[in-house]
Protein backbone atom coordinates (compact mmCIF):
# COMPACT_ATOMS: atom_id res chain seq x y z
CA UNK A 1 0.00 0.00 0.00
CA UNK A 2 2.81 2.43 1.24
CA UNK A 3 3.85 2.26 -2.48
CA UNK A 4 1.04 3.07 -3.98
CA UNK A 5 0.50 6.25 -2.11
CA UNK A 6 4.34 6.98 -2.98
CA UNK A 7 3.64 6.45 -6.85
CA UNK A 8 -0.33 8.82 -6.27
CA UNK A 9 1.71 11.51 -5.10
CA UNK A 10 3.48 12.24 -8.18
CA UNK A 11 0.08 12.22 -10.28
CA UNK A 12 -0.37 15.53 -10.20
CA UNK A 13 3.08 16.77 -10.88
CA UNK A 14 2.67 14.07 -13.85
CA UNK A 15 -0.55 15.52 -15.19
CA UNK A 16 1.00 19.45 -14.96
CA UNK A 17 3.74 18.35 -17.32
CA UNK A 18 1.95 15.74 -19.47
CA UNK A 19 -0.55 18.33 -20.27
CA UNK A 20 1.60 21.37 -20.82
CA UNK A 21 3.63 18.88 -23.20
CA UNK A 22 0.46 18.19 -25.17
CA UNK A 23 -0.81 21.27 -25.60
CA UNK A 24 2.34 22.33 -26.59
CA UNK A 25 2.92 19.44 -29.43
CA UNK A 26 -1.04 20.63 -29.98
CA UNK A 27 -0.01 24.11 -31.56
CA UNK A 28 2.71 23.23 -32.84
CA UNK A 29 0.94 20.81 -34.97
CA UNK A 30 -2.42 22.94 -35.34
CA UNK A 31 -4.60 20.33 -34.59
CA UNK A 32 -8.20 21.80 -35.79
CA UNK A 33 -9.85 20.26 -32.37
CA UNK A 34 -7.17 19.82 -29.67
CA UNK A 35 -10.30 19.86 -26.95
CA UNK A 36 -11.01 16.15 -27.79
CA UNK A 37 -7.11 15.02 -27.09
CA UNK A 38 -7.22 17.12 -23.81
CA UNK A 39 -10.14 15.92 -22.81
CA UNK A 40 -8.47 11.92 -23.01
CA UNK A 41 -6.09 13.73 -21.05
CA UNK A 42 -8.28 14.99 -18.03
CA UNK A 43 -10.43 12.03 -18.12
CA UNK A 44 -6.70 9.82 -17.83
CA UNK A 45 -5.25 11.51 -14.40
CA UNK A 46 -8.65 12.30 -12.94
CA UNK A 47 -9.42 8.14 -12.65
CA UNK A 48 -5.31 7.76 -11.63
CA UNK A 49 -4.72 10.68 -9.48
CA UNK A 50 -8.28 12.25 -8.22
CA UNK A 51 -9.90 15.13 -8.41
CA UNK A 52 -6.95 17.48 -8.06
CA UNK A 53 -4.75 16.03 -10.98
CA UNK A 54 -8.00 16.25 -13.31
CA UNK A 55 -8.44 19.87 -12.20
CA UNK A 56 -4.81 20.48 -13.17
CA UNK A 57 -5.11 19.00 -16.66
CA UNK A 58 -8.88 20.46 -17.23
CA UNK A 59 -7.40 24.43 -15.61
CA UNK A 60 -4.86 23.70 -18.43
CA UNK A 61 -7.21 22.86 -20.82
CA UNK A 62 -9.31 25.49 -20.07
CA UNK A 63 -6.88 27.95 -20.22
CA UNK A 64 -5.70 27.11 -23.60
CA UNK A 65 -8.96 27.04 -25.36
CA UNK A 66 -10.00 30.56 -24.40
CA UNK A 67 -6.34 30.74 -26.00
CA UNK A 68 -6.41 28.43 -28.67
CA UNK A 69 -10.35 29.75 -30.17
CA UNK A 70 -9.60 33.11 -29.73
CA UNK A 71 -10.09 35.25 -32.79
CA UNK A 72 -6.68 36.26 -34.64
CA UNK A 73 -5.39 39.11 -33.34
CA UNK A 74 -7.87 39.56 -30.80
CA UNK A 75 -7.26 37.59 -27.78
CA UNK A 76 -10.00 36.31 -26.09
CA UNK A 77 -12.80 37.58 -28.74
CA UNK A 78 -14.47 34.34 -30.24
CA UNK A 79 -16.79 33.81 -33.06
CA UNK A 80 -20.09 32.95 -32.44
CA UNK A 81 -19.29 29.65 -33.01
CA UNK A 82 -15.57 28.93 -31.24
CA UNK A 83 -17.57 30.92 -28.17
CA UNK A 84 -19.90 28.29 -28.17
CA UNK A 85 -16.73 25.59 -28.02
CA UNK A 86 -15.02 27.41 -25.18
CA UNK A 87 -18.38 27.72 -23.54
CA UNK A 88 -19.18 24.44 -23.92
CA UNK A 89 -15.67 23.46 -22.45
CA UNK A 90 -15.78 25.78 -19.58
CA UNK A 91 -19.07 24.13 -18.54
CA UNK A 92 -18.10 20.30 -19.96
CA UNK A 93 -14.95 19.23 -18.57
CA UNK A 94 -15.51 20.36 -14.59
CA UNK A 95 -18.41 18.31 -14.67
CA UNK A 96 -17.35 15.66 -16.58
CA UNK A 97 -13.75 15.51 -13.69
CA UNK A 98 -16.30 15.37 -10.95
CA UNK A 99 -18.23 12.49 -12.63
CA UNK A 100 -15.09 10.55 -13.31
CA UNK A 101 -13.55 11.84 -10.06
CA UNK A 102 -17.12 10.41 -8.63
CA UNK A 103 -16.39 7.41 -10.31
CA UNK A 104 -13.24 6.54 -8.67
CA UNK A 105 -14.26 7.36 -5.48
CA UNK A 106 -16.83 5.04 -5.99
CA UNK A 107 -14.40 1.86 -7.41
CA UNK A 108 -11.89 3.16 -4.65
CA UNK A 109 -15.15 2.43 -2.20
CA UNK A 110 -15.89 -1.22 -3.44
CA UNK A 111 -12.35 -2.30 -3.72
CA UNK A 112 -11.34 -1.54 -0.20
CA UNK A 113 -14.98 -3.08 0.49
CA UNK A 114 -13.82 -6.36 -1.46
CA UNK A 115 -10.16 -6.15 0.31
CA UNK A 116 -12.26 -5.86 3.98
CA UNK A 117 -14.42 -9.10 3.17
CA UNK A 118 -11.67 -11.07 1.39
CA UNK A 119 -9.45 -10.15 4.70
CA UNK A 120 -12.50 -11.50 7.17
CA UNK A 121 -13.11 -14.84 4.59
CA UNK A 122 -9.22 -15.35 4.79
CA UNK A 123 -9.52 -15.19 8.91
CA UNK A 124 -12.88 -16.89 9.21
CA UNK A 125 -11.26 -19.54 7.15
CA UNK A 126 -8.22 -20.47 9.17
CA UNK A 127 -9.17 -19.07 12.70
CA UNK A 128 -11.50 -20.64 15.04
CA UNK A 129 -14.90 -18.70 15.73
CA UNK A 130 -15.24 -18.75 19.12
CA UNK A 131 -11.11 -18.50 20.60
CA UNK A 132 -10.10 -16.84 17.86
CA UNK A 133 -7.08 -19.14 17.61
CA UNK A 134 -6.21 -20.99 14.39
CA UNK A 135 -8.41 -23.91 13.30
CA UNK A 136 -7.83 -27.49 12.50
CA UNK A 137 -8.23 -26.38 9.24
CA UNK A 138 -4.88 -24.34 9.12
CA UNK A 139 -3.38 -26.95 11.72
CA UNK A 140 -3.01 -29.34 8.61
CA UNK A 141 -2.00 -26.87 6.41
CA UNK A 142 0.57 -25.81 8.58
CA UNK A 143 2.15 -28.90 10.05
CA UNK A 144 2.29 -30.53 6.25
CA UNK A 145 4.45 -27.12 5.62
CA UNK A 146 6.57 -28.31 8.18
CA UNK A 147 6.72 -31.55 7.73
CA UNK A 148 8.54 -31.29 4.67
CA UNK A 149 10.80 -28.86 5.83
CA UNK A 150 11.51 -30.97 8.40
CA UNK A 151 11.90 -33.65 5.88
CA UNK A 152 14.50 -31.39 3.55
CA UNK A 153 16.41 -30.24 6.79
CA UNK A 154 16.71 -33.14 8.83
CA UNK A 155 15.63 -31.19 11.84
CA UNK A 156 13.01 -32.20 14.94
CA UNK A 157 9.12 -31.11 14.63
CA UNK A 158 7.33 -31.55 17.88
CA UNK A 159 3.24 -31.30 18.28
CA UNK A 160 1.46 -30.89 21.60
CA UNK A 161 -1.87 -31.84 22.55
CA UNK A 162 -3.33 -30.26 24.83
CA UNK A 163 -7.47 -31.36 26.12
CA UNK A 164 -9.36 -29.84 29.17
CA UNK A 165 -9.77 -32.20 31.91
CA UNK A 166 -13.37 -33.79 32.39
CA UNK A 167 -14.89 -30.51 30.14
CA UNK A 168 -17.94 -32.00 29.94
CA UNK A 169 -18.56 -31.96 33.60
CA UNK A 170 -17.52 -28.15 33.55
CA UNK A 171 -20.13 -27.13 30.94
CA UNK A 172 -22.60 -29.65 32.76
CA UNK A 173 -21.63 -27.41 36.14
CA UNK A 174 -21.46 -24.20 34.76
CA UNK A 175 -23.16 -23.54 31.38
CA UNK A 176 -22.22 -23.43 27.93
CA UNK A 177 -21.39 -19.71 28.38
CA UNK A 178 -18.84 -20.51 31.16
CA UNK A 179 -17.91 -23.05 28.80
CA UNK A 180 -17.10 -20.94 25.73
CA UNK A 181 -15.38 -18.40 27.90
CA UNK A 182 -13.08 -21.18 29.60
CA UNK A 183 -12.09 -22.46 25.90
CA UNK A 184 -11.19 -18.60 25.25
CA UNK A 185 -8.69 -18.86 28.44
CA UNK A 186 -6.87 -22.03 27.65
CA UNK A 187 -6.75 -20.29 23.98
CA UNK A 188 -5.01 -17.20 25.15
CA UNK A 189 -2.81 -19.41 27.82
CA UNK A 190 -1.41 -21.37 24.55
CA UNK A 191 -0.79 -18.54 22.56
CA UNK A 192 1.51 -17.00 25.61
CA UNK A 193 3.19 -20.23 25.86
CA UNK A 194 4.02 -20.36 22.09
CA UNK A 195 5.72 -16.53 21.09
CA UNK A 196 8.00 -18.19 18.05
CA UNK A 197 7.49 -17.02 14.91
CA UNK A 198 7.38 -20.61 13.57
CA UNK A 199 5.25 -21.35 16.17
CA UNK A 200 1.41 -22.47 15.71
CA UNK A 201 -1.36 -22.83 18.42
CA UNK A 202 -4.65 -24.42 16.74
CA UNK A 203 -8.13 -25.28 18.51
CA UNK A 204 -8.23 -28.96 17.13
CA UNK A 205 -11.87 -30.20 18.07
CA UNK A 206 -14.44 -29.64 20.95
CA UNK A 207 -11.58 -28.85 23.99
CA UNK A 208 -8.98 -30.05 22.36
CA UNK A 209 -6.06 -28.06 21.34
CA UNK A 210 -2.71 -28.68 19.31
CA UNK A 211 0.79 -27.34 18.84
CA UNK A 212 2.98 -27.18 16.46
CA UNK A 213 6.58 -26.49 17.31
CA UNK A 214 9.13 -26.45 14.08
CA UNK A 215 12.55 -27.08 14.95
CA UNK A 216 12.05 -28.04 18.17
CA UNK A 217 13.90 -30.81 20.05
CA UNK A 218 11.54 -33.43 23.25
CA UNK A 219 13.11 -31.25 26.13
CA UNK A 220 12.42 -27.82 24.15
CA UNK A 221 8.80 -29.51 23.74
CA UNK A 222 8.76 -30.79 26.79
CA UNK A 223 9.20 -27.41 28.68
CA UNK A 224 6.76 -25.20 26.60
CA UNK A 225 4.46 -28.38 27.31
CA UNK A 226 4.39 -28.13 31.09
CA UNK A 227 4.48 -24.01 31.02
CA UNK A 228 1.43 -24.34 28.93
CA UNK A 229 -0.37 -26.66 31.96
CA UNK A 230 1.09 -24.46 34.27
CA UNK A 231 -0.14 -21.79 32.67
CA UNK A 232 -3.73 -23.43 32.71
CA UNK A 233 -3.76 -24.25 36.35
CA UNK A 234 -2.81 -20.65 37.25
CA UNK A 235 -5.73 -19.36 35.58
CA UNK A 236 -7.51 -20.55 39.00
CA UNK A 237 -10.80 -21.09 37.15
CA UNK A 238 -13.30 -22.60 39.64
CA UNK A 239 -14.15 -25.88 38.90
CA UNK A 240 -15.27 -27.75 42.42
CA UNK A 241 -16.54 -30.74 40.93
CA UNK A 242 -13.22 -31.70 39.13
CA UNK A 243 -11.76 -35.32 40.02
CA UNK A 244 -8.29 -33.27 39.76
CA UNK A 245 -8.64 -30.58 41.83
CA UNK A 246 -10.85 -27.54 42.84
CA UNK A 247 -9.47 -25.50 39.50
CA UNK A 248 -9.87 -26.16 35.72
CA UNK A 249 -6.79 -28.59 34.77
CA UNK A 250 -5.50 -29.87 31.15
CA UNK A 251 -3.79 -32.80 29.99
CA UNK A 252 -0.90 -32.46 27.37
CA UNK A 253 1.17 -35.35 25.68
CA UNK A 254 3.62 -34.69 23.07
CA UNK A 255 5.83 -36.30 20.70
CA UNK A 256 8.71 -34.89 18.60
CA UNK A 257 10.28 -36.93 15.28
CA UNK A 258 13.04 -36.14 12.79
CA UNK A 259 10.87 -37.53 9.83
CA UNK A 260 12.04 -39.90 7.22
CA UNK A 261 11.87 -39.40 3.54
CA UNK A 262 8.31 -40.75 2.23
CA UNK A 263 6.88 -40.67 6.12
CA UNK A 264 3.39 -38.82 7.19
CA UNK A 265 2.99 -36.40 9.92
CA UNK A 266 -0.20 -38.88 10.84
CA UNK A 267 2.58 -40.58 12.77
CA UNK A 268 3.57 -37.98 15.07
CA UNK A 269 0.02 -36.91 15.69
CA UNK A 270 -0.66 -40.07 16.34
CA UNK A 271 2.46 -40.14 18.77
CA UNK A 272 1.12 -37.20 20.73
CA UNK A 273 -2.41 -38.35 20.51
CA UNK A 274 -1.50 -41.86 22.32
CA UNK A 275 0.66 -39.80 24.33
CA UNK A 276 -2.13 -37.23 25.51
CA UNK A 277 -4.55 -41.11 26.55
CA UNK A 278 -1.52 -41.97 29.01
CA UNK A 279 -1.82 -38.63 30.68
CA UNK A 280 -5.03 -38.68 31.20
CA UNK A 281 -5.21 -42.67 32.57
CA UNK A 282 -2.15 -41.49 34.50
CA UNK A 283 -4.92 -38.69 36.35
CA UNK A 284 -4.93 -35.98 34.37
CA UNK A 285 -3.08 -32.77 34.68
CA UNK A 286 0.04 -33.88 33.84
CA UNK A 287 2.44 -33.70 30.69
CA UNK A 288 3.47 -37.28 29.04
CA UNK A 289 5.78 -38.14 25.99
CA UNK A 290 5.37 -40.13 23.11
CA UNK A 291 7.85 -42.07 21.06
CA UNK A 292 10.67 -39.65 19.84
CA UNK A 293 11.20 -41.27 15.92
CA UNK A 294 14.55 -40.36 14.11
CA UNK A 295 14.67 -41.10 10.08
CA UNK A 296 15.47 -44.81 9.48
CA UNK A 297 18.70 -45.60 7.86
Known amino acids: MSGKHSIKKYVPITSFISTVITIIVLYLTKIPNPNIILITLIVYFTFLGGYISGAISCLLTITYSLVFFSSSGHLLMYSPNNW ?4 ISCIFIPIMILIVGSLKNDLLKKTRDLELINETLSFSSNHDFLTGIHNRRYFDEA ?3 EW ?10 S ?3 VDIDYFKKFNDTYGHNTGDYCLKEVAKALIKETKRAGDVSARFGGEEFAVILPNTNLEGARYIAENIRKSVEDLKIRFESSLVCDYLTVSVGLATMVPAKNSSYFELLNN ?3 A ?3 AKENGRNRVEMGSTMFPRL
Open 272 to 274: ADA
Open 159 to 161: IIM
Open 143 to 145: ITK
Open 148 to 157: FRAIRDQKPV
Open 276 to 278: LYI
Open 84 to 87: KRVL
